[in-house]
């Protein structure tokens, strides 16, 4: 049962055909339909699966290209490149494989915005909408807040209140274009309100905007992809940002039940030198912030590997750089 979502009702028709003894897959293009957000009636009787579009290591195997334990320079530089496309052109498979990629994610991005967005939750205002749903999109991998929204609309469309802006958020986030990152708190209500993190379902949506290729973003966008498709198969896993009181910002905290694991960077470097200080200082910073826990610390780069110990006033610890294509293919 496909787009089940639109189907009222439809978690009884399936169960009346779980009772008669048929297998059901439902598949649908709404967060609803997450094992929290399903009908009681069908709760311990579901497994569930998030599919997201093709992960490095998939679209590696699209393109016929074998992973193995070693490979030789040649390859090593042929897998960069091959990265370099997926991070431009995503992982859609039909964008993966066929040649006319503009015209099909062009295409993608406007169905998603009417079919998916305006006429699946009735939206009344489309400019406003469209001017949201942009936004989100140009903004990805970057924090938002619903106060840099309503001024950004304010500036091309005119006043709107706080409860449409949060109202048309949730109604995007159900649509799973986009995905909203909680930012850590030990309040739960801080956690669920903005300012979040927003990135995208897939790094090609970014093209139908973007006046540059902003690599770093790109990078980790595609990061956070892996780490929910990890989630995906380890539900004590949870991913966060955090941001501290002197404004120290660690792009991913992964959480594994009460304890803090790992803490991770994203930066489009070649060497250490190329490295902002901030990117391993934060790390630190955040590390004493989670002594008891002591957590992995990881810079994920472009095209530098090593590990190190370093030191920022008082603070040290060993962090470990590896290149985005090989933490990919290992994750």
Request: glycine residues 2%; aromatic residues 14%; charged residues 30%.
């Amino acid at each position: 049962m496909d787009e089940v979502q639109n189907l009222k009702n439809w978690e009884s028709v399936v169960r009346s055909l779980l009772n008669r003894g048929y297998r059901v897959f439902v598949t649908g293009s709404s967060s609803k339909l997450l094992s929290k957000e399903i009908a009681t009636q069908l709760r311990g009787r579901t497994l569930n699966y998030l599919l997201l579009p093709f992960s490095f290591k998939e679209f590696l195997k699209a393109r016929k290209f074998k992973i193995k334990r070693y490979f030789s320079e040649s390859e090593v530089s042929k897998i960069k490149k091959m990265l370099r496309e997926y991070l431009h052109w995503g992982g859609f498979p039909e964008v993966v494989l066929k040649e006319n990629k503009n015209r099909i994610v062009r295409e993608y991005f406007e169905l998603m915005f009417y079919k998916d967005f305006i006429d699946r939750h009735k939206i009344k205002s489309i400019e406003t909408a469209r001017v949201i749903y942009e936004y989100l999109i140009q903004n990805f991998a970057n924090e938002i807040s619903i106060t840099k929204i309503q001024n950004f609309i304010q500036k091309t469309k005119g006043i709107k209140t706080k409860t449409t802006i949060y109202n048309y958020l949730d109604k995007i986030s159900d649509t799973m274009v986009v995905f909203f990152l909680d930012r850590l708190e030990s309040s739960v209500y801080k956690r669920k309100t903005y300012p979040k993190k927003i990135y995208l379902c897939d790094v090609s949506l970014s093209n139908i905007l973007s006046l540059s290729e902003n690599f770093g973003n790109r990078m980790e966008n595609v990061v956070f992809l892996e780490l929910l498709r990890n989630v995906n198969s380890n539900p004590l896993m949870n991913i966060y940002y955090l941001k501290t009181s002197q404004n120290r910002e660690v792009e991913f905290v992964i959480k594994e039940r009460d304890k803090i694991k790992q803490l991770i960077n994203v930066t489009y470097a070649n060497d250490f030198d190329s490295i902002r200080r901030n990117e391993w200082a934060n790390l630190l910073h955040a590390k004493e912030l989670f002594k008891k826990d002591n957590p992995e610390l990881i810079i994920i780069t472009w095209d530098y590997e090593d590990v190190k110990e370093l030191s920022w006033f008082g603070k040290k610890g060993k962090i470990k750089f590896i290149p985005l294509w090989k933490w990919l293919i290992k994750t």
